[in-house]
């Protein structure tokens, strides 16, 4: 199946294109769409795709403008461009910069756009077919390719399954001897440029070396030295090896696997090198880690647990340092420990994340305090940190804020009474007055003083606070408008629209 990813300022189009590809039969299937190329640019950095169905002009960046960078950042990223007549000149522009095939937008129809989508994916194929044509080592390395993706997708679990399963595949002619494996985590198509050096250039006795491409950020090396005997001079080359990578190319960390004397041996080399790359992930950009000196701690789940339960009562009870502690020490046991799970540890800080934010957002009413969902924003900004460092300054931002939130010069006991009521009660139709009886004083006196002391008057407020929860009823929800309106106690849908978009408006002026 093809993923294809849309840019396109004007939504209906982008409507269109998503419905008829979603309706393709399996055939193709939607990895995104942007209405702008800046936000288009980012979001494919995270978002694998294989073709993308680009408007020439828009707002902004235009996509004429945005093929250059594309076709650097995502050189197997397929352009289609979509052009009116009036933009035909800049179409020519476009096809000389690497658009692969283009439709006006004034003549698409469903048929034209699956004949225009289907040229591209017979150019692809062709191309696929030249290049292992031209590989004499295409089933080697594809065997080799094959198995690694086994062992890190965990279809293979231990060295004897794979032991068994290198028995469905012919003995590889390399890897006689000294073989070893290098894991490296790096920015997306940062390894690129390892094909233009010979191999005799990284290393002279670097007689193989397979690159395997796991994700757009973590690529395995496969190599073999022959013509070494000793050790000893092994590990010297190996060391060279790896300075030769730290000088040349752009790399986050480097793990490197023990040598083994038999392809039998890969599970353990591949696991190994996986592991002393994620050992980088407690150190500085471009380290390079042996096996050997990392730790073999697994994650203590049920102790992290203990922490998440404890930091989700700090929150409730809205004691600031205590939870700025408490979060210290889990970042104390990780540097201590240096479990290699990275994957399940920043899983771990999102959903921590996520459970924080919820958890304010429920005692305060404060539903703006980190706008997005938990797959949005700053949550899904976690899933990208390459270090406990950039976790930890994550961390210190959202206690920083949350800090700010809690330290609020406060009200007037009275004001602060009438404020905990509003909040308690905002979903019904209360008034002033009955606030005002809450809080045993004159509606019009406690109007005048809570405009004073909050800077609002008391239906600025209590409308602020109703629309901050809408918001996040929207966002987070798959409750209709009406009904969100309903929930807030509105009995008039047209006017909670209306200010509902005024609130919108003015957020976004």
């Given at each position: ?52 169905l680009l408007d020439i002009m828009m707002p902004g960046l235009s996509g004429l403008d945005a093929l250059p960078v594309l076709k650097e950042r995502f050189p197997r990223l397929s352009v289609i461009m979509l052009t009116n007549f009036s933009e035909f000149e800049y179409l020519q522009q476009a ?234 020490q889990v970042f104390d046991y990780l540097e201590a420990k240096k479990p290699a799970e990275i994957p399940f540890l920043l899983d771990y800080f999102k959903d921590l994340f996520y459970l924080v934010c919820s958890v304010y957002m429920s005692e305060t009413q404060n539903y703006q305090i980190l706008?997005?969902?938990?797959d949005s924003g700053p949550f899904q900004d976690i899933l990208k940190c390459n270090f406990l460092s950039e976790v930890k300054n994550l961390t210190n931002a959202l206690l920083d804020l949350l800090g700010q939130e809690y330290h609020n010069p406060s009200c007037s006991p009275v004001i602060n ?93």
């Open positions: 199946m093809y993923k294809i990813f849309i840019i396109d300022d004007e939504t209906p189009v982008r409507q269109w294109l998503r419905f008829c590809i979603e309706h393709s039969g399996g055939r193709f299937e939607v990895a995104g769409d942007s209405p702008n190329a800046r936000d288009g640019l980012a979001r494919l950095e995270d978002t694998p795709a294989d073709i993308l096809m000389r910069g690497g658009v692969e095939e283009y439709f006006l937008k004034s003549e698409i129809t469903e048929e034209t756009l699956f004949q225009c989508l289907d040229k591209v994916i017979q150019k692809r194929e062709a191309l696929q077919n030249h290049a292992s044509r031209q590989s004499p080592v295409t089933k080697e390395y594809n065997m080799v390719v094959q198995l690694a993706e086994s062992i890190l997708n965990q279809t293979i679990t231990d060295k004897h399954d794979f032991q068994e399963r290198l028995l469905e595949y012919p003995a590889p002619a390399s890897f006689t001897g000294n073989l070893f494996v290098l894991a490296v985590k790096h920015g997306r198509s940062s390894l690129h440029q390892l094909s233009n050096y010979a191999l005799a250039e990284i290393s002279p006795y670097l007689s193989t070396m397979y690159v395997v491409k796991h994700t757009d950020h973590i690529t395995l090396l496969v190599c073999e030295m022959e013509k070494i005997h000793s050790h000893l001079t092994l590990f010297h080359e190996i060391t060279n090896m790896a300075l030769w990578i730290q000088s040349n190319l752009s790399f986050y960390s480097v793990g490197i696997s023990n040598m083994y004397t038999r392809f039998l041996n890969f599970y353990e080399a591949v696991s190994e090198a996986m592991h002393a790359m994620y050992h980088g992930f407690y150190l500085e950009k471009g380290s390079i880690q042996y096996i050997y000196n990392t730790s073999g701690a697994l994650v203590d789940k049920e102790l992290l647990a203990k922490y998440r339960s404890g930091i989700i009562e700090l929150v409730k009870s809205k004691d600031y340092e205590g939870l700025r502690y408490q979060m210290n706008a997005g969902s938990k009474e009438a404020i905990d009521y509003i909040q308690g009660h905002f979903t019904e139709n209360i008034t002033l007055k009955d606030v005002s009886a809450a809080v045993h004083m004159n509606a019009d006196y406690l109007g005048k003083l809570f405009k004073k002391e909050t800077g609002n008057s008391f239906n600025a407020y209590l409308t602020t606070l109703r629309m901050d929860y809408a918001d996040y009823l929207i966002r987070n929800t798959s409750l209709k408008k009406y009904e969100i309106s309903e929930k807030l106690g509105y009995t008039n849908f047209s006017y909670f629209s209306r200010i509902y978009n005024q609130y919108k408006s003015g957020k976004t002026s």
